[in-house]
Structures are given as C-alpha cells and as structure tokens.
T-cell receptor
Framework: GAGVSQSPSNKVTEKGKDVELRCDPI?????LYWYRQRLGQGLEFLIY????????KSGLPSDRFSAERTGESVSTLTIQRTQQEDSAVYLC???????????????FGEGSRLTVL | AQSVTQLGSHVSVSEGALVLLRCNYS??????LFWYVQYPNQGLQLLLK??????LVKGINGFEAEFKKSETSFHLTKPSAHMSDAAEYFC?????????????FGSGTQLTVLP
C-alpha cells in the first residue's frame, strides 16, 4: 500500500486476555518501529527491526510484550495477559534506513487504540 | 542522555494569529531535532527537521523552527494560523547522528485554532 497500515484500529479487551496488533509497513522499508502512546504522554519506544538483524527489544516494558517480523514485511506486536496499564495507542512506523539525517524519515501508521477493561 | 520538554500541553490561537509552540531539549551530543504533526485519526507526519545545517528550518504548511543552541530550544512558529492547523504537535530529539532508534519524543502540544 501507499502508507503504513495498522490493524485493528480499535481493540477493547478484558484484563488477562492476549491481544495481537498488526503492522504492514511501506513496501521496501527495511526498518520498522513500534511505539506506545499513553494518554497525555509522548511516544515511548518499544522495539526496532532493521532488515535481518536481531531486533532491538530494549524498550519492551515486560516479558508480556513480544513482537515478530518476517523479513522486511508484516510485523505483529503481541501483549499477553493484558493489564489495564497496557491501555494506549500503539503506533508503528517504518523507514528506508536507520539514519534520520538523510532519507531515513519515519512514516507512521494511524495506530491501534487498545483499551483493557 | 536526552530529553524533550514541550511547554504547554494545550495552546489556543485565533485564526490569522501567530502560532508559537515551545520545545526545549537536552542532549549530550549535537542533536537532530524534529517536529511531527498528528491530525485527528491520522498517523504522525514529519513537519520539519534540523540536522546541523541551517539553524532556521522551513517545513510544510508554512511552519518553521529555529535551532538556538544557547537556549537549547527548537520552537515551532507559523505567522498566521489556519483552521486546518488544528492538530497535535510533537517535538523530538535524536543524538547519535540522527539514529531513529534514539529518537525521544515530547509529550505533545494540542493546538486549537479559534474562528
């Protein structure tokens, strides 16, 4: 597609359930990022994929969070045993490279709004 | 270590008035600085970026920002607000030669434009 696509756009779940969020990056973009945006706060880095390199998982808040990406295509972010504090908008972004100074601009999806009851 | 502070979570201006959104940063290395805009129900979009070239940076939709090292600021301005400028604006900083992995965002400023 023309832009970064995320699904679902909205997800309401009960505490303790698992959820899976999907991100379809721009075709050809080697880098993919997941961020979390809590109400009234800035974006919080979660995880970064670059090509076939090992992902940078240093931003994942707990072992309930995991993410996968196959090659340079779709990524899924999984949250197990959801808690109320997981409620947030989860944003995915992709870029053509690592550096932002040149052509490595980040392109964001519209986000997946997660509400944990 | 790096951080971003956006002063004012909500700013209201009248249509045609000056827009000024404040951003102060801290960075232990020469920073790359960015402003992103998020319109309702849309993803973040790059407005402009500073990458150590000219200190006055012009972006899309008539916005510009000036890098002031002495003040550690990167305020966003627009001479005349339009109704279509209503959105949330995020300032971000990246050290380490502009690595997106090191991008730190501010908490955002919601801009309201009054008729």
């Amino acid at each position: 597609g023309a832009g970064v696509s995320q699904s679902p756009s909205n997800k309401v779940t009960e505490k303790g359930k698992d959820v899976e969020l999907r991100c379809d990056p721009i075709s050809g973009h080697t880098a993919l990022y997941w961020y979390r945006q809590r109400l009234g706060q800035g974006l919080e880095f979660l995880i970064y994929f670059q090509g076939n390199s090992a992902p940078d998982k240093s931003g994942l808040p707990s072992d309930r969070f995991s993410a996968e990406r196959t090659g340079e295509s779709v990524s899924t972010l999984t949250i197990q045993r959801t808690q109320q504090e997981d409620s947030a908008v989860y944003l995915c972004a992709s870029s053509a490279g690592q550096g932002l100074g040149g052509t490595g601009e980040l392109f964001f999806g519209e986000g997946s709004r997660l509400t944990v009851l | 270590a790096q951080s971003v502070t956006q002063l004012g979570s909500h700013v209201s201006v009248s249509e045609g008035a000056l827009v000024l959104l404040r951003c102060n940063y801290s960075s232990s290395v020469p920073p790359y600085l960015f402003w992103y805009v998020q319109y309702p129900n849309q993803g973040l979009q790059l407005l402009l970026k500073y990458t150590s070239a000219a200190t006055l940076v012009k972006g899309i939709n008539g916005f510009e920002a000036e890098f002031k090292k002495s003040e550690t600021s990167f305020h966003l301005t627009k001479p005349s607000a339009h109704m279509s400028d209503a959105a949330e604006y995020f300032c971000a900083v990246s050290g380490n030669s502009g690595s997106a992995r090191q991008l730190t965002f501010g908490s955002g400023t919601q801009l309201t434009v009054l008729p």
